[in-house]
């Protein structure tokens, strides 16, 4: 129909400016069927867009506070002290008399090694001693006589002498014994072995009934911690260390807090009591220990753990949700609401964590501006917004 109406068209007698007045008007009420339904649609888009409603979005102004400046560093915890209990004497391992992993009291007995040959030689070494003495009082007395009998010439100069000597050899014989009998007494004593201190004792490295041979070696029993208090070693950069102390002055904090577990949800108190006197130069870092608490005995020794150091304040710092900040590829941001609530998307330059949830802000956003403080993926940029306070 369409063709054939324009080639209708075309067939006008255009010289005398004449067309069919039927052909005409068939050709206008066709151009005006085809320009209804057009113009219909336009009119319910443009009832559509106006339709659209303006979503609300949650908006707030930063908090200003003061804060402390903290630095975290990776260490790990060590026990005041670690000793190993081991057998110095032979002999046939009697007795364990603890449970594995326990907790022990200083002095309680924690082996038993058997003693009779070390009960023998003590028991030898003090008949030893004894005749010793007796050998030395006799000595003594044989002296004394020559002297008196000296005096009157009945002996010779050399038999007192000689007398003399035996003394001197008597009371030799002595000292040798005593200490005979005092090492026999302590490998006696090596027989029973005890807890140096309090603290918490490991798994036997040797079962009952085993032999010990531990005059030639000695052999590992079992190791004691002592972790009511433990030690957090960590290392800082000496840079880091130089820029504390710019903030501080001549010396820092003492007290730093300890964390641990999933996003540091245990934390506990501690007292820096040791730095390193000089810089690694293999490393260039200070090694620095903090000391803690630990009466129950929860902590382990070997645990990782994070140590959060304050080295300085700020004043009328810029805080906001950390909910509130996006991540991209070219860093961190947050969308900024203008006075006429439309949305600007703006990179910003973060600082530390302050509390569980504060993000310090130290560049893009000032106190007085707002920013959208949750549905990040609702708004973009450029977008007007019904902010909600």
Known sequence: FKQKTAYEIYQCDWSSDVCSSDLYMKNQMYIALLALPLLAGCGNKKETSHAMPVPEISVARPSVQNITLTKNYPGYLTSEKTVDLVGRVSGTLQTIAYAPGSRVRQGQVLF???????????????????????????????????????????VSQIQVLQSKSDVATSLAAVSNAEAALNTARTNLSY??????????????????????????QPVTLATVYKDDHLYSYFNVADNQWLAMLLQQGDSIPKQVNVSLGKDGILNYPAQLDYLSPNVDLNTGTLNIRARLDNPKGILKSGLYVSITLPYGKQKNAILIPDASIGTDQLGKYVYVVNDSDIVHYRHIETGQLIGD???????????QERYVTKALMKVRNGMRINPVQ
Not at 122 to 141: I, P
Not at 191 to 216: E, H, K, M, Q, W
Not at 357 to 367: A, V
Request: hydrophobic share 35%; charged share 20%; with cysteine.
């Open 357 to 367: 949830s504060l993000r310090q802000i130290k560049q893009g956003l000032s106190p």
């Open 112 to 154: 038993q090694i058997e003693p009779t040959v070390y009960q023998d030689n003590v028991r030898q070494a003090e008949a030893a001693l004894n005749t010793a003495r007796a050998n030395l009082e006799y000595a003594q007395s044989n002296y004394a006589r020559m002297q008196e009998a000296a005096k009157t010439d009945a």
């Open 191 to 216: 027989c029973t072995v005890r807890a140096p201190f309090n603290g918490t004792i490991s798994r036997n490295l040797a079962d009952a009934g085993s032999y010990i041979n531990g005059s030639v």
